[in-house]
């Protein structure tokens, strides 16, 4: 009886490979075994980030006091030193420049458009000066360089 037994289930377990097979071969096995992936990939991603990304973010400040330019990496380094923002301030994305401690650092993201670096908050319009001239025609009209060189 022994043998009949062993012979009965190598047969039951052969159909069920051979079952679980012929399952990952149809769109729906294969939809499964990509979500499960998917699942695994994502457990992995949040365990090994704290269950967060954190993007890189990369754009030039520029000081209207010393002129000096330097990446908001630098300011991020040490939020709780770096990050000042100044009293009257039009946006809490101006901090008072880390290199010479008295002037105002201005973001100077990429045009998405152009690619251009322009100074935001400094006048109120936060429009690229190269995509939209009368941006830049009333910026120098109140005396204000919306693109210094430093920046080009």
Known sequence: MGPARRGAGARTGQAMNEFSIDILKTPKGMLAVGLFAFGVIGLIVSLTTGGRATPTVSYPYWCNKCHAVYDISELNANKAANWRVPEDAPSDSIAICIKCNEGWAYPAPACPVCGTHHILHIDGD???????????????EKGITLIPDELK
């Open 126 to 140: 936060g429009r690229c000066p190269v995509c939209y001239p009368e941006v830049a025609a009333a910026a120098k």
